[in-house]
């Protein structure tokens, strides 16, 4: 089974209006971290957001957040008011105490920003 | 600015040449670095976990002697690519971190774009 899983491809919103990218995951681990990245085209993968398995509220930075439901497994990530420069692949990734580190990351979703 | 730099960004090499991709902490030391692999519309594949001092992990299916990793310092690892093909053509990136728990910072360099002709 995949332990990130983005279900959304591409993604279209309107600019100023918010958009939810979904991501879910799959872990036994008690602790573990959620972290969103976005890559523009020219790769570089910029860290958003980041939600602990044991933090009680949900992260928030900027005009990102993350809608964390642990018993669901999913930790969305929330863009409000969306500019024309969010327009980008979105990962979402997990790291497990018990995996030495490494990151796992889901399939991306492309966000495309409409003027 | 950036924490991690990678160099080169863009590198062309002949096939049957190796080519070296550096990929440095700036400000912190990094007990862990992290190579990935990035194909086109893709997600990212690890290719290798580096600790400093010790031989690099590798992922199953990365071939080790084609992939050469060192990360001699806590400031700097290095992927070599052997004898590269036009197929090793690809987007590299790394990553590094302080620690191997959840919550550690993972910070990534600017990658670097490889075609092999």
């Known amino acids: 089974a995949q332990k990130i899983t983005q279900t959304q491809p591409g993604m279209f919103v309107q600019e100023k209006e918010a958009v939810t990218l979904d991501c879910t995951y799959d872990?036994?681990?008690?602790?573990?971290?959620l972290f969103w990245y976005k890559q523009p085209s020219s790769g570089e993968m910029i860290f958003l957001i980041y939600?602990?398995?044991?933090?009680?509220q949900n992260a928030t930075e900027g005009r990102y957040s993350l809608n964390f439901q642990k018993a669901r497994k999913s930790a969305n990530l929330v863009i409000s008011a969306s500019q024309l420069g969010d327009s980008a692949m979105y990962f979402c990734?997990?790291?497990?105490?018990?995996?030495?580190?490494?990151?796992?990351f889901g399939d991306g979703t492309t966000l495309t920003v409409k003027p | 600015g950036a924490v991690v730099s990678q160099h080169p960004s863009w590198v062309i090499c002949k096939s049957g040449t190796s080519v070296k991709i550096e990929c440095r902490s700036l400000?912190?030391?990094?007990?862990?670095m992290f190579w990935y692999r990035q194909f086109p519309k893709q997600s990212l594949m690890l290719m290798a976990t580096?600790?400093?001092?010790?031989?690099?992990?590798?992922e199953q299916g990365v071939e080790k002697d084609k992939f050469l990793i060192n990360h001699a310092s806590l400031t700097l690892s290095t992927l070599t690519v052997t004898s590269a093909h036009p197929e090793d053509s690809s987007f590299y990136i790394c990553?590094?971190?302080?620690?191997?728990?959840?919550?550690?910072?993972?910070?990534f360099g600017e990658g670097s774009w490889l075609t092999v002709v």
């Open positions: 990553s590094a971190t302080q620690g191997s728990r959840s919550g550690n910072t993972i910070y």
């Open positions: 872990t036994s681990d008690p602790s573990y971290g």
């Open positions: 939600q602990g398995s044991y933090d009680q």
């Open positions: 990734a997990m790291r497990e105490d018990t995996n030495a580190g490494k990151s796992t």
């Open positions: 400000d912190f030391q990094a007990t862990t």
């Open positions: 580096s600790n400093e001092g010790s031989k690099a992990t590798y």
